[in-house]
């Protein structure tokens, strides 16, 4: 079993950043590849970001391409996710994830391991 739990949610101002983190326990993320997904109220859970078990391979929704970057370090057990340049719609509450799967990066069912979230609030 693989326990997360994200951290670095917080209320900030369109324009401003935050540095969300996931740490992991129970088990070595090294043979999983992570995503973090999003779901803002009354919406379904959406996929935000993607990278591999290496690092060397990241994917990202086109919502946030270019503001937000997904990274890992295998060595502390964690992954990260920059969110730069940040919009009201951007809202959600975050969620990271592990899966050993291989099949569609971007539908959440292929994931095996969830935290709990952490909410992110954008204010205009």
């Known amino acids: 079993q693989v326990q997360l739990v994200e951290s670095g949610g917080g209320l900030v101002q369109a324009g401003d950043s935050l540095r969300l983190s996931c740490a992991a326990s129970?088990?070595?993320?090294?043979?999983?590849?992570m995503g973090w997904f999003r779901q803002a109220p009354g919406k379904e859970r959406e996929f935000v970001a993607y990278?591999?078990?290496?690092?060397?391979?990241?994917y990202y929704a086109a919502s946030v391409k270019g503001r937000f970057t997904i990274s890992r370090d295998n060595a502390k057990n964690t992954a990260a996710l920059l969110l730069s340049t940040l919009k009201p719609e951007d809202t959600a509450v975050y969620y990271c994830?592990?899966?050993?799967?291989?099949?569609?990066?971007?539908?959440?069912?292929?994931?095996?391991?969830w935290g709990q979230g952490t909410q992110v609030t954008v204010s205009s």
């Open positions: 990278i591999s078990r290496s690092g060397g391979a990241t």
């Open positions: 994830a592990a899966r050993a799967s291989t099949t569609s990066v971007f539908s959440d069912y292929t994931y095996e391991y």
């Open positions: 129970g088990r070595t993320l090294r043979p999983y590849a």
